[in-house]
Structure formats: C-alpha cells, structure tokens
T-cell receptor, first 112, second 112 residues
Framework: DTAVSQTPKYLVTQMGNDKSIKCEQN?????MYWYKQDSKKFLKIMFS???????INETVPNRFSPKSPDKAHLNLHINSLELGDSAVYFC???????????FGQGTRLTVV | AQSVTQPDIHITVSEGASLELRCNYS??????LFWYVQSPGQGLQLLLK??????LVQGIKGFEAEFKRSQSSFNLRKPSVHWSDAAEYFC??????????FGAGTILRVKS
C-alpha cells in the first residue's frame, strides 16, 4: 500500500542511452511532480502536472520529457543520457489546494 | 522567486541533547513552510508544516518549529535527540503551483 512508488530504485546506464523512470501514486492526488536531487543533495523541481496537464516546466533540457497517461501516473523519459544527469530523481504528489507534497523513495540514476 | 537558506551544513549533537536547525526564507506574501527529513537512501518524509495560525507547530517524532515573521525564520527544534534522528533535514517554502523550493539541507549527526 505504498503511497508514491517509483521504479526502478536504482538505474545504471551508459552515456547516450535513453531511459525511463515510472511513478505511480495511489493517494488520489491531482498533482504530481518530478524533483532532482544532485550530488550535493540540492533538491530542485523539474516538472509538475495537474490532472495530466503540464503546469510547471523548470529550466530542464528537452532531453527530459515527462508523460502523464492518467492522473495517477507521471513517468520521466530521458534521452541521450549525459554524465551530469546522474542524480536521485524523486516523484511526488499532492492533493488540490495548498498542501504538502508526498514523496516517493527516489530513483538513483548513475550514468557511466 | 522565493528562496530558503539553511546556514548549517552539518550539526553534531549528543544523544539526549536539544536540537535547533535554522531556516530562513525570502519574503513571500504568505509563506507556507515545511520541514522534511531524509534518512540515508530514503525519500523525504514530512515532519511538519506551517500555513497560518499558531506560530509554534508540532510535528511527528517530537519535532516542533516556530515561525517568526519578523526574522523570516522557521527553525526546527527537538528537546531531546535520539540516535535515530540522524538524517538530513530540509526546510522548504511553497511557491506557485504547490512547487516547493528547498534549502540546501542540514546533516544531523548524533553522537552517543
């Protein structure tokens, strides 16, 4: 009964590959997010979707493409992976209104 | 854009001692403030939040935080630290679209 679940938990891949990270929430929330935590543990938002509609798109390379097939899922596809993409990617969700976000366990992406 | 400053990168306290982690935010019309904790290899767990009302808010695991508008601060406190509190702590402020802007984090070490 995990609230926000991400797969995979670890991902090691070579430069130039394309990979996807999946996220699902069973909380019935309207909004989902992707955050990136870099090697210095700094957390920054990448994208936000509300009911499958893109709301926030921070300054992220267009190699990163989020996809929300329904409001319970927000996947992150990354093309042509680079060394600098190595980070922990967190999915999160929140209900409507001003409220906190609920985070998944993170996906540690290592590009070699 | 709002910003969050956590002045202390590392803090070490003895088990049983009191704890205060500092957080300062840039001015927002109505700051919505959060403290999250991240244990090693884990996701982020909400400790507490401040939206309005009583400026002293209670959270989980015996934590509390006090909102001081005059000082633009939202410091996290715990009267007696347990070894299991060792983790990284993030202060965050809400921006538009429920986007969270995080501080750089404070690593708490607990010595026995």
């Amino acid at each position: 009964d995990t609230a926000v679940s991400q797969t995979p938990k670890y991902l090691v891949t070579q430069m130039g590959n394309d990979k996807s990270i999946k996220c699902e929430q069973n909380l019935g929330h309207d909004t989902m997010y992707w955050y990136k935590q870099d090697s210095k543990k700094f957390l920054k938002i990448m994208f936000s979707y509300n009911n499958k509609e893109l709301i926030i798109n921070e300054t992220v390379p267009n190699r990163f493409s989020p996809k929300s097939p329904d409001k319970a899922h927000l996947n992150l596809h990354i093309n042509s992976l680079e060394l600098g993409d190595s980070a922990v990617y967190f999915c999160a969700s929140s209900p409507a209104g001003i409220t906190e976000a609920f985070f998944g366990q993170g996906t540690r992406l290592t590009v070699v | 854009a709002q910003s969050v400053t956590q002045p202390d990168i590392h803090i070490t306290v003895s088990e049983g001692a009191s704890l205060e982690l500092r957080c300062n935010y840039s001015y927002g019309a109505t700051p919505y403030l959060f403290w999250y904790v991240q244990s090693p290899g884990q996701g982020l767990q909400l400790l507490l939040k401040y939206f309005s009302g009583d400026t002293l808010v209670q959270g989980i695991k015996g934590f509390e935080a006090e909102f001081k508008r005059s000082q633009s601060s939202f410091n996290l406190r715990k009267p007696s630290v347990h070894w299991s509190d060792a983790a990284e702590y993030f202060c965050a402020v809400r921006e538009y679209g429920n986007k969270l802007v995080f501080g750089a984090g404070t690593i708490l070490r607990v010595k026995s």
